[in-house]
T-cell receptor
Framework: QKEVEQNSGPLSVPEGAIASLNCTYS??????FFWYRQYSGKSPELIMS????GDKEDGRFTAQLNKASQYVSLLIRDSQPSDSATYLC???????????FGQGTTLQVKP | DGGITQSPKYLFRKEGQNVTLSCEQN?????MYWYRQDPGQGLRLIYY???????QKGDIAEGYSVSREKKESFPLTVTSAQKNPTAFYLC???????????FGPGTRLTVL
């Protein structure tokens, strides 16, 4: 079983729609979860951190964490063409001091 | 202006050469990391350091070496033992090992 599972996509949504990105993880003791956005040819940029069960909202972005089911999701409301990128989820690996990254989901927002 | 800098942005290496990639941060972060990213792939951890003068191997350390003599600097050497070094190299730092990581702009290494 992979440590982190993400659908590689591409996920295609029309402009203005809600994009839903999902990630499942295997480490039951992880306490920290992150979403990064990576534009083609650029480095990853942190967009959301979440540490407790439930929803966390920041502008058009909402991260959802369910530790019992071991999944974390990212919702992007009112999707814009500028949101077209690869989205990486990551979680803190127990007490190793490392982050474990998923392979990323490519999002395409079509005008 | 706080941040992480990497240099050079592009690097070309002949086979058999060692090259060193620079990573500097002025965020006063304790932990620093090196990742490798191949086209269409995720991030793979090469080395990481949680404190000055200490570092640990990541998942793909063979053919690479690092040093951490100063808190703000974590250079990566790609040695001739690395069989396929052409990739995008990313340096990251975090306040400590359990916090979010912030990435530098990356160095794109090509072997000629």
């Amino acid at each position: 079983q992979k440590e982190v599972e993400q659908n590689s996509g591409p996920l295609s949504v029309p402009e203005g729609a809600i994009a839903s990105l999902n990630c499942t993880y295997s480490d039951r003791v992880s306490q920290s979860f992150f979403w990064y956005r990576q534009y083609s040819g650029k480095s990853p940029e942190l967009i959301m951190s979440i540490y407790s069960n439930g929803d966390k909202e920041d502008g058009r972005f909402t991260a959802q964490l369910n530790k019992a089911s071991q999944y974390v999701s990212l919702l992007i409301r009112d999707s814009q063409p500028s949101d077209s990128a690869t989205y990486l989820c990551a979680f803190g690996s127990g007490n190793t001091g490392k982050l474990i990254f998923g392979q990323g989901t490519t999002l395409q927002v079509k005008p | 202006d706080g941040g992480i800098t990497q240099s050079p942005k592009y690097l070309f290496r002949k086979e058999g050469q060692n090259v060193t990639l620079s990573c500097e941060q002025n965020l006063n972060h304790d932990a620093m990391y090196w990742y490798r990213q191949d086209p269409g792939q995720g991030l793979r951890l090469i080395y990481y350091s949680q404190i000055v003068n200490d570092f640990q191997k990541g998942d793909i350390a063979e053919g690479y070496s690092v040093s951490r003599e100063k808190k703000e600097s974590f250079p990566l050497t790609v040695t001739s033992a690395q069989k396929n070094p052409t990739a995008f190299y990313l340096c990251a730092s975090s306040l400590d090992s359990y916090n979010e990581q912030f990435f530098g702009p990356g160095t794109r290494l090509t072997v000629l």
